[in-house]
């Protein structure tokens, strides 16, 4: 009655489909664990222990995370995003990072009907401190982004609280 | 005495975490409780005894007992008389007006079961304060495993959290004022033809409304049986958090509950296409092993049972559903021997399961008005306590009638978002009858909406053939989009 048939269908036998979210995934890993490292100006390689699904293998051993940026976003996204940066390590504060434990990732435009669009879901957990004052943060966010067609690299990415409407800022 | 009604898997986490800090000369514990939510006040029968002798053996006499639970609707009419403390984690402030009158609940304003706990631990007394702040450890960052199959689900919009003025800022509340780039300015020499007849912006800004568009093997599909299903099924479900339960119940048989059951899930399953979310259509009408046993499942497919029992043993869960041909569906067949019920608390973690797993479930219940009499009934009850939407399935049958009147008067559909799918019979003295219509009304008074469905042998043929109803008849496909439509859209605007 419902199609249930004698054989499972599998939802995308598609390999190159495969190949597509699985690249898609790793860059939207790579440029999360990149981008706060760049904030907190963490100058180490990618540990292959801690971070096991950071599959950009050509990138892991460079210690600066703006340069391993570099290799996959935009430079005018790089560009954008180096005053606030600037402004933020002026601000004195320390960041424990923690983005829980699992995330979720939404993936649009990979048939090139439109720009390529993968939407992350996370939480942050991290602990904020200046001084004596510590605050314990427990928000979601969304970040957005847009890659090139070929998935060559990241064209544009925003970050915007879960729950608060794209573009409405 | 910290008890967790919170959800799984929060629940175990949220415990753990209180119980580390809890100071040790403070003498309290936290404990999870075996039955979650809502559900822990409001069990009746056995379910309430087994729950009050669980309360006499975890609970000192001279304990002061807390209760950390996420906000129900209805909760609040459960509150009035307890002796305990309450901690309810709410959507919005407005919620909060809900328990205004209740000294002893906190409220806390969240949808994260840890975040309450964590309130909990900031205002008792009875946990460890902080030490004085350390150093945080530099190099070491807490990344999550990214699910490139789970949906990206938005909630509800919420206001914004706490002040961000007040609180320290961190690197994405500084990033999130950043608006998408605007786009390159091109050359001259780079104008294309598309350019010359639009507006050359190929960026697409955050606003825009961007559809997922469907897959390479689900345009196949579609092509093929030539179903298109609207795209706002699709965009409403993605929408709606946490994943709907839709349950479909009857009061009596033979008015194509199985049919509707499936038939709906169906629709979502082919509106998700290729998006990385997907429905999942459960058997748990236990009572009449001949609907879904006439189906070709294969026997190797994992059954409910399975399930509920590795769920309950902490056993290796069973295989992943079979996948029905739609594309984003997960069939749950039940076994064909189970006879007894599940206990609420292990249907809720079932429940739970799957909205971590699915992002719209149906669930096909048994012929039975839910009560805690038979197993059946009280599969019907346990279940409607956790559903988003009813759908109760009739025809014009003057008695289906009278079931859906009597279905809606037990207490177990008080509160609840209910629609009805209504098969309509093509004799025309029939339907119109006075009878017929005058019941129609009296339903239509207590549901959000009746859709029609036409009577059609081709629903019985699809079954003798053992192929999908959406693609045996075009009057069936659009009369089942249409009651699926209706029902995704009571959800979404029920919130």
């Known amino acids: ?169 | 005495m910290f008890l967790s009604l919170l959800p799984d898997p929060a629940s175990t986490q949220a415990v753990g975490m209180l119980q580390a800090a809890l100071d040790p000369t403070a003498e309290s514990a936290a404990v999870v409780a075996p039955v979650r939510g809502l559900l822990f006040f409001s069990a009746r029968g056995a379910v309430a005894r087994e729950l009050d002798g669980w309360w006499e053996r975890h609970v000192p006499a001279d304990a002061r007992p807390v209760l950390l639970v996420m906000d129900e609707q209805g909760l609040e009419a459960h509150l009035g008389g307890l002796d305990s403390e309450v901690v309810v984690g709410v959507a919005s402030d407005q919620e909060r007006t809900r328990f205004a009158r209740h000294q002893h609940a906190q409220v806390v304003v969240t949808a994260d079961p840890i975040a309450l706990a964590e309130h909990a631990m900031a205002a008792f007394p009875c946990f460890r304060r902080a030490a004085p702040p350390a150093e945080p450890a530099a190099g070491v960052i807490f990344m999550p495993r990214l699910q490139p199959r789970a949906p990206a689900r938005v909630p509800p919009p919420q206001p914004p959290e706490q002040s961000l003025t007040s609180a320290l800022p961190d690197p994405f509340t500084e990033l999130s004022i950043l608006g998408p780039l605007p786009p390159p300015e091109r050359r001259a020499d780079e104008l294309s033809r598309a350019s010359l007849f639009a507006d050359g912006n190929a960026h697409v800004s955050a606003g825009a409304d961007v559809r997922p568009l469907l897959g390479f093997v689900s345009r196949l599909l579609m092509r093929r049986h030539r179903i298109v299903i609207p795209r706002e099924i699709g965009d409403l479900v993605l929408g709606l958090h946490p994943p709907p339960l839709v349950v479909v119940p009857a009061r009596k048989g033979g008015v194509g509950k199985t049919v509707t059951a499936g038939a709906v899930a169906q629709v979502i399953g082919y509106a998700l296409g290729d998006t990385t979310g997907s429905a999942a259509i459960v058997d748990q009408n236990i009572g009449n092993p001949d609907q879904w046993g006439r189906l070709d499942i294969p026997a190797t497919a994992g059954t409910v049972r399975q399930l509920m029992a590795a769920l309950s043993s902490g056993l290796d869960l069973p295989p992943t559903p079979a996948w029905a041909k739609t594309p984003a569906l997960g069939v749950y067949p039940e076994d064909r021997a189970a006879a007894d019920a599940y206990p609420p608390g292990l249907i809720q973690r079932f429940v739970q399961h799957l909205r971590e797993r699915h992002v719209f479930l149906v669930v096909d219940l048994p012929n039975r008005l839910p009560d805690y009499t038979t197993a059946e009934a009280a599969i019907c009850a346990a279940y409607l306590e956790l559903a988003d939407l009813v759908i109760l399935p009739t025809t014009d049958d003057p008695s289906a009638l009278l079931g859906v009147l009597e279905y809606l008067e037990t207490p177990s559909m008080r509160g609840k978002l209910v629609m009805v799918s209504y098969i309509v019979s093509t004799d025309r003295e029939l339907r119109s009858h006075h009878v017929v219509t005058e019941l129609l009304d009296e339903i239509g008074k207590r549901v959000v909406a009746i859709e029609t469905v036409p009577r059609s042998e081709k629903a019985t043929l699809a079954i003798v053939k053992g192929v999908s109803i959406l693609d045996i008849s075009p009057g069936l496909r659009d009369a089942y989009i249409r009651v699926t439509r209706t029902a995704v859209r009571a959800l979404a605007a029920a919130g």
């Open chain 1, 1 to 169: 009655m419902f199609g249930r048939r004698s054989r499972r269908v599998e939802v995308s036998p598609d390999v190159q489909r495969e190949r597509q979210i699985e690249h898609v995934h790793s860059l939207t890993y790579a440029l999360l664990l990149d981008l706060v490292a760049w904030f907190l100006d963490l100058r180490e390689p990618v540990n292959d222990g801690l971070f096991p699904e950071y599959r950009l293998p050509q990138l892991k051993d460079i210690a600066d995370p703006r340069e391993r940026l570099g290799a996959y976003c935009s430079p005018r996204l790089l560009a954008a995003w180096e005053p606030v940066r600037a402004r933020w390590l002026t601000r004195g504060i320390r960041v424990k990072p923690d983005f829980g434990t699992t995330a979720t990732l939404q993936i649009e435009g990979l048939d090139g009907e439109e720009a390529p669009r993968a939407v992350a879901r996370f939480t942050d957990r991290s602990v904020i401190e200046r001084g004596a004052q510590r605050q314990y943060n427990s928000r979601d966010w969304v970040l957005t982004t847009w890659l090139r067609p070929d998935l060559s690299r990241i064209e544009d990415a925003t970050f915007r609280p879960a729950g608060v409407e794209a573009g409405a800022r």
